[in-house]
Nanobody
Framework: QVQLVESGGGLVQAGASLRLSCVAT????????MAWFRQAPGKEREFVIG????????RYADSVKDRFTISRDDAKNTVYLQMNSLKPEDAAVYYC??????????????????WGQGTQVTVSS
């Protein structure tokens, strides 16, 4: 079992940056592949970016390419989402997720076993 707690969301203007954090308690985060998903009002939860258990592979949605990066600090059991050049369409509740190790980083929400409560990101134009 692992518990995930996100933080770092807030209200920013378009073009600004934010860094989200996800702290894992219980089993260590290095046991899992980790990912960030987001869900805007009226839309389905979508994959944003993920990183495998070793940190050697990452995967991202085309919509965040060259703007978002993911990293992990297993000594702190923390995964980070660095978001740069934010756009109004990035506004959503962002969720941290943990799932079993796989050969490639999964993009389907159903393949992740543990979820945080989410943190709100609002981007004004």
């Amino acid at each position: 079992q692992v518990q995930l707690v996100e933080s770092g969301g807030g209200l920013v203007q378009a073009g600004a940056s934010l860094r989200l954090s996800c702290v894992a308690t219980g089993r260590t985060s290095s046991t899992y592949d980790m990912a960030w998903f987001r869900q805007a009002p009226g839309k389905e939860r979508e994959f944003v970016i993920g990183i495998n258990w070793s940190g050697g592979r990452s995967r991202y949605a085309d919509s965040v390419k060259d703007r978002f990066t993911i990293s992990r600090d297993d000594a702190k059991n923390t995964v980070y989402l660095q978001m740069n050049s934010l756009k109004p369409e990035d506004a959503a509740v962002y969720y941290c997720a943990a799932g079993q190790r796989r050969n490639t980083v999964a993009t389907m929400a159903s393949l992740y076993d543990y979820w945080g409560q989410g943190t709100q990101v609002t981007v004004s134009s």
